[in-house]
């Protein structure tokens, strides 16, 4: 069974540097994009962007600018950091394991870390 | 603001059959396949839909998924009290060259 938990700072005071890091256990690392997606409090899901085994990354253009996302294929985690955070970075951010079927472009979530609170406030 | 349109809530009562619309564009829903997903309160999403209309395994056969053009939707029939939650759409957008969610539709057991 795939499990994912994450892990990093839940405070942050503005123009910080978001870092959470998802860890996984059982399953192959490999085949499949590891992705992070944000929910702000009573919102809907924001994705974030992804990192596929080999390093190779895509981000949601709204964030690109601010978003690193990065992989340890050894330690079978991946990593997300997020620059200049404001309160507009407030949410319960996840991380999930996508898969890309034959055929389409859409990843599929199919595993979801519990989720972490970070909350921005000076 | 989202590139895929839901209708905020949707009800019904036990028993019955609710269907949610995710409403897009030729970039997303009309050249991607759409995913539905699950998010019961409290917790982290749950895949219910891909592929259009494939189920995971596990997920009871009342959840089926459709799509026409550049619109998709989510039926619920039989509806039972542990349906009442968020649904969500998601797709890829050839345009953005990212993964999109829908706005959300909470759903509503009367």
């Known amino acids: 069974q795939v499990q994912l938990q994450l892990w990093g700072a839940g405070l942050l005071k503005p123009s910080e540097t978001l870092s959470l890091t998802c860890g996984v256990f059982g399953g192959s690392f490999r085949g499949y994009y590891w992705s992070w997606i944000r929910q702000p409090p009573g919102k809907g899901l924001e994705w974030i962007g992804e990192?596929?085994?080999?390093?190779?990354?895509t981000y949601n253009p709204s964030l690109k600018s601010r978003v690193t996302i990065s992989v340890d294929t050894s330690k079978k985690q991946f990593s997300l950091k997020l620059s200049s955070v404001t309160a507009a970075d407030t949410a319960l951010y996840y991380c999930a394991r996508g898969f890309l079927p034959a055929g389409t472009w859409t990843k599929h979530f199919d595993y979801w870390g519990q989720g972490s609170l970070v909350t921005v406030s000076s | 603001q989202s590139v895929l349109t839901q209708p905020p809530s949707a009800s019904g009562t036990p028993g019955q059959r609710v269907t949610i619309s995710c409403s897009g564009s030729s970039s997303n829903i009309g050249s991607n396949t759409v995913t539905w997903y699950q998010q019961l309160p409290g917790t982290a999403p749950k895949l219910l839909i891909y592929?259009?209309?494939q189920r995971p395994s596990g997920v009871p056969d009342r959840f089926s998924g459709s799509k026409s053009g550049t619109s998709a939707s989510l039926a619920i029939s039989g509806l039972q009290s542990e349906d009442e939650a968020d649904y969500y759409c998601a797709v890829w957008d050839d345009s953005l060259n990212g993964q999109v969610f829908g706005t959300g539709t909470k759903v509503t057991v009367l």
């Open positions: 592929n259009d209309n």
């Open positions: 990192i596929y085994h080999t390093g190779s990354t």
